[in-house]
């Protein structure tokens, strides 16, 4: 009901932008002289067309958003008070599920009660009742803003003010849906975190030096929880990932964009960006199944003991997943620095290669810095390619060639099977996800400082 409904507003709207566009034509005079309105023809349309549609969606939205309680209360209220008195809220829940199954002609695998049966049908009508009501009343609403906007429409009516005022404040609402996310994630993992430190001390948490949880039935932290080792192995995965993708990443972008042909940059680019798009599953089998048997391989010709999955196996190919992230962006920032700084450099007998490194690169630093950035949480926050390479285990050590885990992997471990999201176990998994948060927070404020430092310097 609620799509036809939906359908209907909106073949009303695009009447609507009709109307408005041809009454203000006409108000216009011959030739559609809109010299003699305030606003274009255009605006007048879409300002009935917001007036048709706005109100109408705004009353359907809460219609629709309080219709199930209202008929869950009117359901309740009409069971018999001794079936009612004995329902607690799970009973309840159970109830309106086997009415709500009953009501709409599937039914229930057992003979329902008598009274199940009469609240389906008292259920059924009113769910009927309520379609033909909404109906009615968001139709009349449509109706009566087309009307109403249409009788307003003149030659100095400010149309334009008030659209441009409608988009300023939907614009402002997307933005905020960002910042609303935002903050409903930090808030989600902030309470289960302080949830789980109830369990584990933080500061056995953030300074503990070995990771080994215990999962129990009793809902105690059993084991230990410390972070350091999955820290540690987050930091020197993503390490070695950073000193293969940035070198590279950056050289690539300066060759694309200084010493490139205009045919080579055009076929160069678009392939180096294909390894964006490869899923980071398939990088990690082929860090599995390739990259860790030849490091292995290549270890055993010179005497050295590596491990087949390692810190250097999965941050190795995490490093050539994220080389187009670097190389891209620094592309970019690089080709956008003017003309005219290269000009100068070189009229005054510096060479092309002075060039770059005194001119180019510190005038496109804070954009560079920005792609670095992105690289760094791209490779913080992998997944998949640590799941396969890395070897999960989760031990302090600096041997970048044998086994580690990170954060991103524990956060996997802890919630998957069969475990309870009550539990410390699980609410863990929280807490590792806020310190990810922090992490990536503190990243973003270091390289704003840098941009605005070297953004006053160069601009």
Avoid at 276 to 282: K, R
């Amino acid at each position: 009901m609620n799509l036809l409904l939906i359908g209907v507003l909106l073949a009303l709207v695009a009447i609507a932008y009709q109307i408005g566009l041809r009454k203000s034509r006409n108000l216009a005079g011959r030739g559609s002289n809109s010299a003699t309105l305030h606003s274009r023809p255009g605006y007048y349309g879409a300002l009935v067309a917001l007036w048709c549609g706005i109100p109408a969606f705004l009353i359907l939205i809460v219609w629709s958003l309080a219709e199930p309680s209202i008929l869950r209360y009117l359901v309740l209220s009409n069971l018999p008070a001794a079936v009612a008195a004995s329902l607690d809220p799970a009973g309840i829940s159970v109830l309106m599920d086997r009415v709500q199954a009953i009501a709409s002609g599937f039914g229930v695998s057992d003979q329902p009660a008598a009274y199940e049966v009469a609240a389906a049908q008292q259920l059924a009508k009113m769910q009927s009742i309520s379609s033909y009501a909404k109906l009615a009343v968001i139709l009349s609403i449509a109706l009566a803003g087309l009307l109403w906007a249409k009788k307003h429409i003149s030659q100095q009516y400010r149309a334009r003010n008030q659209v441009e005022r409608v988009v300023n404040v939907a614009l402002a609402l997307c933005s905020g849906v960002a910042i609303l996310t935002t903050l409903g994630i930090v808030m989600s993992m902030f309470g289960e975190a302080m949830r789980f430190f109830q369990f584990v001390s933080p500061i056995d948490f953030f300074f503990g030096t070995e990771w080994n949880p215990g999962f129990s039935t009793s809902g105690n932290a059993e084991g230990s929880y410390g972070l350091l080792p999955l820290l540690w192995g987050t930091l020197m995965v993503s390490g070695i990932a950073l000193l293969v993708a940035v070198p590279i990443g950056l050289m690539i972008a300066i060759y694309l964009a200084e010493y490139a042909s205009s045919g080579l940059r055009s076929w160069a680019k678009p392939t180096i960006e294909v390894l964006a798009g490869i899923p980071t599953i398939v990088y990690g089998v082929f860090a599995m199944m390739v990259i860790g048997p030849f490091f292995k391989m290549l270890g055993d010709q010179v005497g050295l003991e590596i491990n087949a999955t390692s810190a250097l196996t999965a941050g190795f190919v995490m490093g050539i997943m994220i080389i187009p992230f670097v190389s891209s962006l620094s592309d970019d920032i690089i080709t956008q620095v003017p003309r005219a700084m290269r000009d100068g450099s070189l009229g005054l007998g510096a060479t092309k290669s002075e060039t770059i490194r005194q001119v180019v690169l510190p005038a496109a630093l804070p954009g560079i810095t920005g792609a670095f950035l992105l690289a760094v949480s791209r490779a913080v926050g992998e997944t998949m390619i640590v799941v396969l390479a890395a070897g999960n285990s989760p031990l302090l050590h600096a041997n970048p060639l044998e086994a580690v885990s990170t954060v991103t992997v524990t956060i996997v471990k802890q919630l998957t099977g069969d475990t309870d999201f009550s539990s410390p176990q699980a609410l863990v998994a929280f807490a590792l996800g806020l310190t990810l948060f922090v992490i990536t927070l503190g990243l973003n404020i270091i390289a704003l400082y840098i941009v605005r430092k070297y953004r006053e310097q160069y601009e």
